[in-house]
């Protein structure tokens, strides 16, 4: 009855941050807090739920437990790939922007596949273009004379 009465105490428990962890995903305004909301409280959130399925089920408590160590050891690193992935986007976006504006000042909000490239890249790649432009201009302009 004990062990009963803690697993619902436990699942209650996760329960209560794994909605917290939503409620900060939802409500914090910008991406950075959003991965800390969804990492840190959502990993509270698991191990609760996890205690309280092996309370309640103690057959179980090994794949449990590997369970809870598969998420602790991958979450850390997946959290860590985002945040450096939304670290470089907005570099990258404050480096296309105009006069050094940032991000949320310039009115980016997506970025395309050539902003990966660095703005002297995006200059060669420009004047590419051109030169393309000039080579191909007297081949059109032949073939719409015939």
């Avoid at 840190?40 to 996890?50: E, N, P, Q, R, Y």
């Avoid at 103690?58 to 945040?83: D, E, Y």
Wanted: net charge neutral; proline share 3%; with cysteine.
């Amino acid at each position: 009855m004990l062990l009963e009465l803690l697993g619902v105490a436990a699942l209650l428990f996760g329960l209560f941050f794994c909605a917290v962890g939503v409620l900060g995903v939802i409500r914090m305004p910008d991406s950075l807090t959003r991965l800390h909301a969804s990492g840190k409280v959502a990993t509270l959130g698991l191990f609760g739920i996890l205690l309280g399925a092996a309370l309640l089920m103690p057959s179980t408590w090994l794949r449990l437990l590997a369970l809870g160590l598969f998420v602790l050891l991958t979450t850390p690193v997946a959290t860590h790939a985002i945040a450096a992935s939304v670290y470089r986007r907005r570099e990258i976006v404050e480096e296309l922007a105009e006069g050094g504006a940032p991000a949320e000042a310039s009115g980016f909000t997506t970025v395309d596949v050539t902003s990966v490239l660095s703005r002297s890249h995006i200059q060669d790649i420009i004047k590419a273009q051109e030169r393309a432009l000039r080579h191909h201009a007297p081949e059109a302009k032949s073939s719409s004379d015939k």
